[in-house]
């Protein structure tokens, strides 16, 4: 990029930052200074801020954020909200292209769930499916396990491997990879079956879309 290229471009995101950036389909509120990298094309807000995507109806609040347009979006310290759910996390990566959210040190506030813990976690973003590895807990109803697969917006889930669930009335527990456990909302309580539906096979299936 030559001379008169850096400075029409250092112009452009100084108007942005401005007057509130917005980039694609998302806009930005930065808590503080942004950084532009021109050669690479990644914007740092080292005190962090707010993403927000009007198309898709979500927004992400972060103590630090790193983006590039029509690549990615990580933070640190994450709040995401949507529609169905928000969660929190460690820290999250957002593949634009791929619409898909790689999580470590999720906690999950869901209908199905008080709230759930995992370790790390791969969200597909346009079907609201979750896929949670390692270190599975929920509050309640009571689960622990390491392999599971939410579906978002119909309040399913798979759980896959060993598992312990509790929802007061009794003590499910699985043993092996071949064990397997599907939750479900029954009004509002959450109920858990060893005899899968047929759907369930549905769920299993995003095991193999996730790295």
Known sequence: MNGYGRLFLALAL????????????FSVEPFGPQRV?????????PQGGILTDNEQAWKLKGSFVEYKENSFIFVKRAEFLTDAFRLDAQELRLDIPRQTVSISGLSLHHPL????????GLLFLEEDILVAREEVRVEKPLLEASLMVVNLKTKQGLVLGEF?????????RGKGKE??????LAGNNVRGSTRLP???T???????RAP
């Not at 100084?14 to 389909?25: C, N, P, T, V």
């Not at 990298?37 to 807000?45: A, M, P, Y």
């Not at 312990?164 to 499910?172: E, I, N, V």
């Open 113 to 120: 769930f008080s709230r759930l813990w995992v370790k790390k």
């Open 14 to 25: 100084l108007l942005a930052s401005a007057l509130g950036a917005r980039f694609a389909a």
């Open 179 to 184: 064990a397997r456990l599907y939750l479900y």
């Open 37 to 45: 990298n021109l050669d690479t094309g990644v914007t740092t807000l």
């Open 202 to 208: 549905v769920l299993e299936a995003w095991i193999r």
């Open 198 to 200: 047929p759907h369930a």
């Open 164 to 172: 312990t669930f509790s929802d007061g009335r009794g003590t499910l």
